[in-house]
């Protein structure tokens, strides 16, 4: 098997490609569940249950849950998801080529392969690559849509940003990570005391059978309500700030292998399993001073003309023709041209990858030959390099970033929540 060979992601990414082969099939399907105005077909829930299965058996520690069990958790997911296409379509969110292309260059990156390499590994498998391309497009169309929807219903003030920044995680724990799994047993909006204490009894009951040895990976799987339950609860590596208050609190003096008590939040009671943790507030960062020229082909400049010109420009900047003046004359990025193409100080990880190698790649003082990103043609120089002390500014990007993110997973839950009750959904199985 080549694919057992692989990392993860590409082996998650083979198993998803199910819901779309449906659109192959020549025999009537039968309605799963209707959906709005759509449905969920039976072909597309037995395919994905049939894929689920496999990436399931991929994780040889992880036992498969009972039958009807893994069926209707496959099917809410479907269910789910084709709530968020349908507003995804209503809102006009679209997928184009390059940013499909851009995804599936980095999962093959991210497996150490060539794009033609994950291909060749996808069909080796008997993967459809045109499929996989397809189901690739409907998961970033699910983010884009969450993305859309989520943020604008999310504020980050300066004052909580100053009072992350007073408090004591603010100070001490900025930079600790922890790689977690969670277990969620969910409540209504306006649940009863009944139902908050059956959800807590069976939040103690998981944490029982989870100190007896089952797997928590396979019970997640099988009881949990959170979206991420067919992947066994896996959540990765989030900040402690990143958190909510409750399970930051929770998971704050656990070690590597510890699982925490059940923990109430306004969704449910989770349960969290620390897998690793990894910390140390960065110190300093490496930045480059740089300017650049950039040219875009355009309606009135083919690709070929914006070739000539930049190795024009690179010509003339080699005669000692004024970098600043080619800049504000020729360049198309018109934020840095204006100040004579100057980027500032940049560091790794803000720039597309094309560009930095070629920054990283420059001696101080010297220009680069003409480049192409997927912006257009880039000529740049290194001005300087310095090795800069962790500032106010960035500290303060940290916090509204982990706020950001802290609201952001709280209001997800919400919103699929939302949505789900919004929605009118007839299972037909």
Do not use: C
Request: proline residues 4%.
């Amino acid at each position: 098997m080549v694919l057992s060979k692989l990392r993860q992601p590409l082996l998650a990414l083979a198993l998803l490609t199910a819901p779309l082969a449906s659109l192959q099939a020549e025999v009537l399907d039968r309605i799963a569940a209707v959906v709005n105005e759509d449905i969920v077909l039976e072909s597309e829930l037995d395919q994905r249950l049939a894929l689920v299965r496999q990436q399931i058996k991929a994780r040889e520690e992880t036992r498969l849950p009972p039958e009807d069990v893994l069926r209707q958790q496959v099917l809410d997911r479907l269910i789910l998801e084709n709530i968020q296409l349908q507003m995804a379509e209503r809102q006009g969110i679209r997928v184009s080529e390059r940013q499909l292309n851009e995804a599936l260059n980095r999962i093959a990156a991210q497996n150490n392969m060539t794009l033609a390499q994950f291909r060749n590994a996808l069909v080796a498998e008997g993967q459809d690559y045109a499929l996989a391309r397809e189901q690739i497009r409907r998961e970033i169309l699910l983010t884009q849509v969450q993305q859309s929807s989520v943020n604008r219903r999310i504020n980050v003030s300066e004052q909580e940003i100053q009072s992350f920044l007073d408090s004591e995680l603010g100070q001490q724990q900025v930079q600790a990570e922890f790689q977690l799994r969670n277990i969620l047993f969910a409540l209504p909006e306006n649940a009863t005391p009944e139902m908050i204490q059956r959800a807590e009894q069976k939040a103690q009951e998981a944490r029982r059978q989870l100190a007896e040895g089952t797997p928590f990976a396979e019970l997640a799987i099988a009881v949990s309500n959170a979206p991420n339950a067919l992947q066994g609860g896996e959540l990765g590596w989030r900040r402690e700030s990143e958190l909510p208050e409750a399970l930051a609190n929770a998971i704050r003096r656990l070690s590597p292998g510890d699982i925490s008590q059940p923990v109430k939040t306004p969704g449910g009671f989770h349960l969290l399993l620390v897998e690793d943790k990894r910390g140390g507030k960065v110190q300093l960062v490496e930045q480059t001073k740089v300017r650049h020229i950039l040219l875009t082909p355009n309606e009135i400049r083919s690709a070929e003309q914006t070739r000539r010109l930049i190795n024009d420009l690179y010509q003339r900047l080699r005669e000692g023709q004024p970098f600043d003046d080619l800049a504000r004359r020729y360049s198309d990025d018109a934020a840095s041209g204006s100040q004579g193409g100057d980027l500032g100080w940049t560091q790794n990880g803000q720039m597309v990858p094309e560009f930095e190698q070629v920054m990283n790649s420059t001696a101080k003082g010297e220009i680069s030959e003409p480049f192409e990103s997927r912006f257009g043609w880039h000529i740049l120089q290194v001005q300087d390099y310095r090795t800069q002390d962790l500032g106010e500014e960035m500290l303060e990007s940290q916090a509204r970033s982990s706020i950001r993110q802290r609201k952001f997973n709280e209001e997800l839950l919400n919103w699929l929540r939302e949505i789900r009750s919004q929605a009118y959904v007839e299972r037909k199985i």
